[in-house]
Every structure is written in structure tokens, then in C-alpha cells.
């Protein structure tokens, strides 16, 4: 019942998603992941990182069998457009393969199986599917923010990171200084995030096929709420970041045009009363918070029970991701803040919901939600008095930020005491 919910719940999302993209003109999520069954697909990688996510409920001579008709769907495909001269000009030659064979699970489950055999390939089929479905609606909400807000509230984000020291400017010139080695790592670690993800949700979902169940909580649940939730925020605190506002911006969205200044990476914007401005309507509204900061950190907090190589690449993506999202011009220090304070609630959230609500649960929770409500309340309405006295905020917002990270470990750590096994002492000869 609560799958069936879930999934009537999900087809209403999308389908109105889908409605509201009509109504702009463009395909929506639904239209765009159809499309990919023939047309070159966005995000091939991403299709078999989903794949892989699949094949976790099968057997290791099903995912072999998966995995050779995926690639040889592929050739077929690739053949097939060099034959007819299609040229892959956007997106990759690959991938269809990917979800062919996760969309003729889906059939095989359907017509083939029974009981819990057939709803746990559907489960592995749902979890696939849903990484792909969360990348088309993200797009979709994305293109949501630019048309619903035509004034952007970057001026005051801006002025409140005077008190954090600008630091989207100071790793900009970092960057910019590494050289292109360094923004090429930066930017692949950037894009390929969500194939992180799956790297350490293949480890927590590895026993799913012996034990022909999912656990209670893995590193999916946190990645589709914080997909789900965070464009909502986007819609109260729309932003495009320093390199729109105060920069250059990309090729075909934004630009000098729209600007407030041409400012970033070199001179911080001067402080000043901020006011809303107003920006074009393709670039997306998504600073506040920084989602993918929100999703290295989830990925961190997930690789921490893992082997040693998979806590160092948690870290690793962490470290990178902060730096590409403000190395790049992205993100304003304070949307990484507020993302992780996002973050930590949620994941606790999504824990407490497993194991029970109880007075430490819903303390945290409660916290957690009340620091991320202060800091977007701060950004908004006291960012002057924040640039002008930064040695009295800088350190509230750190410390804000610290006591939600502080307040995740100690609960989430006194649970973990609870539901530990009592040690077994061993049996100790009596005197004779």
C-alpha cells in the first residue's frame, strides 16, 4: 500500500509538472524521458549508473545478461544512426541501451513474476527510474523558477556574504589560478555527482538480491527529498548566483546584459541597500540553498560506514563540489550553508521516520528546520546590518550552521547506542 501510494503520489507530481511545461511551451519530464527511448539520451552515464541501481535486485547472471543486451542495444543504435547519418549533436551516443533493458524488467516483472519476486523487481525498477525521473523534473522545475520569477534577490544574498568574506570571490580567483586542470577535475566532479551517489548506493543496497528486501533507509531516500523539496525553496528565495548577477554568465543565458555589475571573481559587490533586480527568463533560480552542496553532503554522511576508499571519495567529493560551486560562480557562501543545515534535517528526518518518532527526533528536527527559517529570514531582511558588522555575524552563521551539525551527530549518535546489539561476554570457567 504505501508503494502504490508513493507511486500514485509521484504520477500526480509529473503530471503536473508536465502540464506546467505545456504551458511555456516545452516538453516536460515526462516527454523528455519518453523521447529517450530512441533519441540520444541527455545523460547516458547517468542512465547506467541508474541501471546499476536496477540490477542490485537481480541475480549476478541476470545483471550479466542486463548489462551485455543494454550495451548491445547500444551498438544496434549507434549502428543504426551511422547508417542513417544522424549525428549526436547534444547528449550522448549511448544509454538507451540502459533503459531498454530497465523498462523490459518492468514488463518482466509485470507478465512473469509473482508476489514478492514481482514487487521486488519492480522496487529495483522504480529505484532506477526515479534518478532518471528526478534529473528530467529538476530540469523541468528549473525552467519553472526562470518564468514564474522575473526578479532575482541576488543583491541581498550578495551583501549578506560580506559577512562570510565573499568567499564565491576569493575560491573564484583560486580556481581561475589552478589553471584548466583544475577546473576540468572540478567541473566533472561537479556534473558527475549523481553517479557519486550511486557509487555509494551500490555499496549500502549490495546485499538487496541475497536478502530479497531493501534496508530501511539508504542514500536514495535522502537524494530524491532533497531533490523533491529543495525547488520549492528555490520558488520563495529565487537567485541566480555571482557569475549571472555579477559576472559574465554562460553562453545564452543571462550575461552582462542582465547584470547587476561585472564584478565576480575580482571585486567584491560594494555594500550597499539591497533591492530585488530584475533577470531574463531562461537562467534557473536555483541558489538558495545549494542543492548540490545538499547532495555532498548527504553522499559524506552515507560513505562514513564504508570502507576506507569509499570515506576518502565521500570526502573527496565534498571538498570539491564546495569548491566547484563557488570556484565557478555558482553559489554564494551562504547558500552552502543553508544547505547543509537543509541536509542535516532531512536526513535526520528520513531516520527518525524509520526508527520512531521521539522526543529527540522531533528536538532536532525542529531545530534544524528553525536555523534553515533564520538564516533565509537573515538573507532577506538584515543582510546590510550583516555586511556592515562581519566580525559579529560571520561567526553566527558558522556557529548556527556547527550547532545543527553538532546537534545531528550527538542524536543521531545516541540512536545508533540504542539499537547496537549488547555485547555477548564470553563464558567464564567458576572455581572449583
Known amino acids: 500500500m504505501l508503494w502504490a501510494a508513493a507511486g500514485v503520489v509521484t504520477l500526480g507530481f509529473l ?22 527511448v530512441i533519441y540520444a539520451p541527455k545523460s547516458g552515464p547517468l542512465l547506467y549508473a541508474s541501471m546499476a541501481l536496477m540490477m542490485l535486485v537481480l541475480t549476478w547472471r541476470q545483471r550479466f545478461i542486463a548489462l551485455g543486451a543494454a550495451v548491445g542495444i547500444d551498438l544496434v543504435f549507434v549502428l543504426v544512426r551511422w547508417a542513417a547519418g544522424i549525428k549526436t549533436t547534444e547528449g550522448h551516443p549511448f544509454g538507451n541501451g540502459a533503459l531498454w533493458v530497465m523498462l523490459g524488467v518492468a514488463v518482466i516483472a509485470i507478465t512473469r513474476r509473482t508476489g514478492r519476486e514481482r514487487l521486488l523487481l519492480l522496487k529495483g525498477v522504480a529505484l532506477g527510474l526515479l534518478l532518471v525521473a528526478g534529473r528530467k523534473t529538476g530540469d523541468t522545475w528549473l525552467l519553472i523558477t526562470a518564468k514564474t520569477h522575473p526578479m532575482v534577490l541576488d543583491p541581498y544574498v550578495a551583501t549578506a556574504d ?44 549490495r546485499h538487496v538480491a541475497r536478502d530479497r528486501r531493501f534496508p530501511s533507509h539508504h542514500l536514495v531516500r535522502t537524494f530524491l527529498v532533497i531533490g523533491l523539496l529543495g525547488p520549492g525553496i528555490y520558488m520563495i528565495f529565487p537567485v541566480v548566483g555571482p557569475i549571472f548577477a555579477y559576472g559574465p554568465g554562460a553562453t545564452g543565458t543571462g550575461g552582462l546584459h542582465w547584470a547587476v555589475a561585472d564584478l565576480w571573481p575580482h571585486t567584491p559587490p560594494p555594500i550597499s541597500t539591497p533591492h530585488p533586480v530584475p533577470y531574463d527568463a531562461l537562467t ?149
Open 15 to 36: 503530471v503536473a509538472l508536465e502540464i506546467a511545461a505545456r504551458h511555456y511551451g516545452l516538453p516536460g519530464p515526462m516527454t523528455n524521458q519518453a523521447k529517450e
Open 162 to 205: 560580506h559577512a562570510l568574506g565573499n568567499p564565491s570571490w576569493l575560491v573564484g580567483r583560486i580556481v581561475k589560478a589552478t589553471g584548466p586542470i583544475g577546473t576540468h577535475i572540478l567541473d566533472w566532479v561537479y556534473i558527475q555527482l549523481a553517479v557519486a551517489a550511486v557509487a555509494v548506493s551500490l555499496y549500502q543496497l
Open 284 to 432: 534557473p533560480r536555483n541558489c538558495m540553498p545549494s542543492l548540490h552542496t545538499a547532495w555532498a553532503t548527504a553522499i559524506f554522511i552515507h560513505s562514513r560506514k564504508g570502507p576506507r576508499i569509499l570515506r576518502f571519495a565521500g570526502t573527496f567529493w565534498l571538498i570539491a563540489t564546495l569548491g566547484a560551486t563557488l570556484g565557478f560562480g555558482y553559489h554564494y557562501g551562504a547558500d552552502l550553508l543553508a544547505g547543509v543545515v537543509f541536509t542535516l534535517t532531512i536526513e535526520a528526518a528520513l531516520r527518525a521516520h524509520v526508527r520512531g518518532w521521539d522526543r529527540s527526533a522531533i528536538r532536532m528536527v525542529a531545530y534544524g528546520a528553525t536555523v534553515f527559517a533564520a538564516l533565509l529570514a537573515s538573507y532577506r531582511y538584515i543582510p546590510l546590518e550583516m555586511a556592515k558588522h562581519p566580525w559579529i555575524f560571520g561567526p553566527l552563521l558558522i556557529l548556527a550552521m556547527s550547532s545543527v551539525i553538532y546537534g545531528y551527530i550527538r542524536t543521531t549518535g545516541q540512536w545508533e547506542r540504542k539499537t547496537a546489539p549488547a555485547l555477548q561476554t564470553e563464558p567464564q570457567p567458576e572455581p572449583v
